[in-house]
């Protein structure tokens, strides 16, 4: 005899499957965390729609099943894979669409889209930078272009290296979405052995963590590039840690951070190796201009412009941010980074 709460729980697996039959994704951008996430839905035998703007490379992918230019070295089953270079077909086959592309570009990308592709899909953004002049977190600028809001949308965020996530290694994803269905539905999508999804409603909350964490990297890499050692760089991360929980209550979230969602990613930042974030702090730590490390990076490093929204978000809050505005004062106000860590460290605890 089934139990209500075991003929919900088949309710609820039944729509699942369905959806996920139906469910057809469109991603934009080519890049690594692109091609990783790509790797993550067709492993799932999800058919995704992938805009890419280069046709060579998206022919390349076509042909070979790796991408030439990101993560060439993982492999993509192609069997679910269709490479487009026209935006609107990749929305209008698409029931859930992807956004990838730095923060940076999301403005020229949104300009090539009609609100009413848009209007029946799920919306999700996996960009951890602000956008545009006012600094906007990007389900806001998503929000504020099609007239649709977070109920439609989520965002993807925790600790998710694309060199390691493309390779298999194990880490824990973050859906946030006010929407459980949404939660629900994404949860299923994105689940694979290598890959733990987890929920939350505090889209706004694990969007701004996701974006300060990278102006933690840039700073660690700062610190390493300047011979601080692994001692500094833990105090630095412990007052970061602060900082971003002082950060999420002034804007409202007051979900504890000591989870992979938000402390998690920050740390994976602060210290791997593969953060683009650190390994551009830490040019700036060495001594190359911000424009000599910027040219010697081949990916985007999204902390630098997410320095100075932050920076321009946090000035109205009655809070101190000492290692978000040292970051500052080194990438926009040419104050030598050896200078400012100096001062810094009388404001450590
Ligand atoms: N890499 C990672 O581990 C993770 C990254 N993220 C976030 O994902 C976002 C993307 O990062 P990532 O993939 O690493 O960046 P990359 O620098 O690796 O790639 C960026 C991609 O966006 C494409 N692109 C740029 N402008 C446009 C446009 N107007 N239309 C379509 N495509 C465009 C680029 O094309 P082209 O090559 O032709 O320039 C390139 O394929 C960032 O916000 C980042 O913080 C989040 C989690 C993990
Ligand atoms: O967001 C990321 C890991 O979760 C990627 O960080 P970087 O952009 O610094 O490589």
């Known amino acids: 005899?089934?139990?209500?709460?075991?003929?919900?729980?088949?309710?609820?697996?039944?729509?699942?499957?369905?959806?996920?039959?139906?469910?057809?994704?469109?991603?934009?951008?080519?890049?690594?965390?692109?091609?990783?996430?790509?790797?993550?839905?067709?492993?799932?035998?999800?058919?995704?729609?992938?805009?890419?703007?280069?046709?060579?490379?998206?022919?390349?992918?076509?042909?070979?099943?790796?991408?030439?230019?990101?993560?060439?070295?993982?492999?993509?089953?192609?069997?679910?894979?269709?490479?487009?270079?026209?935006?609107?077909?990749?929305?209008?086959?698409?029931?859930?669409?992807?956004?990838?592309?730095?923060?940076?570009?999301?403005?020229?990308?949104?300009?090539?889209?009609?609100?009413?592709?848009?209007?029946?899909?799920?919306?999700?953004?996996?960009?951890?930078?602000?956008?545009?002049?006012?600094?906007?977190?990007?389900?806001?600028?998503?929000?504020?272009?099609?007239?649709?809001?977070?109920?439609?949308?989520?965002?993807?965020?925790?600790?998710?290296?694309?060199?390691?996530?493309?390779?298999?290694?194990?880490?824990?994803?973050?859906?946030?979405?006010?929407?459980?269905?949404?939660?629900?539905?994404?949860?299923?999508?994105?689940?694979?052995?290598?890959m733990h999804v987890q929920s939350c409603h505090d889209i706004r909350g694990v969007s701004y963590a996701a974006i300060y964490k990278n102006v933690v990297g840039i700073v660690c890499g700062m610190a390493k590039g300047l011979r601080y050692g692994d001692n500094f760089i833990a105090v630095l991360v412990a007052n970061a840690l602060h900082e971003m929980s002082n950060m999420l209550q002034s804007i409202g979230s007051v979900q504890p951070i000591l989870n992979s969602s938000y402390a998690g990613d920050l740390l994976v930042t602060a210290y791997s190796e593969h953060s683009r974030n650190r390994t551009f702090g830490e040019l700036i730590g060495r001594g190359y201009s911000v424009e000599k490390a910027k040219r010697s990076m081949q990916m985007v490093a999204e902390g630098y412009g997410a320095t100075q929204g932050l920076y321009q978000t946090v000035q109205q809050l009655p809070a101190d941010f000492p290692i978000l505005q040292a970051a500052y004062r080194v990438l926009f106000k040419h104050m030598p980074a050896s200078t400012e860590f100096k001062l810094l460290e009388q404001k450590l605890k």
């Open 1 to 194: 005899m089934q139990t209500n709460q075991t003929k919900l729980l088949d309710g609820l697996i039944s729509i699942y499957l369905k959806s996920l039959i139906l469910i057809e994704f469109g991603v934009f951008g080519g890049g690594s965390w692109a091609t990783a996430l790509v790797k993550i839905l067709t492993d799932n035998k999800l058919l995704v729609n992938w805009y890419i703007k280069r046709s060579l490379q998206a022919q390349a992918i076509e042909k070979t099943g790796y991408n030439p230019d990101y993560l060439n070295l993982v492999s993509l089953d192609t069997r679910y894979i269709r490479t487009l270079s026209n935006i609107q077909q990749t929305a209008q086959r698409s029931k859930a669409l992807l956004f990838a592309v730095p923060s940076a570009q999301l403005p020229t990308l949104l300009d090539h889209f009609e609100s009413d592709w848009i209007t029946d899909k799920i919306v999700i953004s996996t960009i951890k930078g602000t956008v545009g002049p006012y600094y906007d977190i990007p389900t806001d600028v998503i929000a504020t272009y099609f007239s649709v809001d977070h109920q439609q949308q989520a965002i993807l965020a925790g600790p998710c290296h694309a060199e390691e996530v493309g390779l298999g290694k194990k880490t824990y994803l973050t859906i946030a979405s006010p929407n459980a269905e949404i939660q629900e539905l994404l949860s299923a999508c994105f689940n694979t052995n290598y």
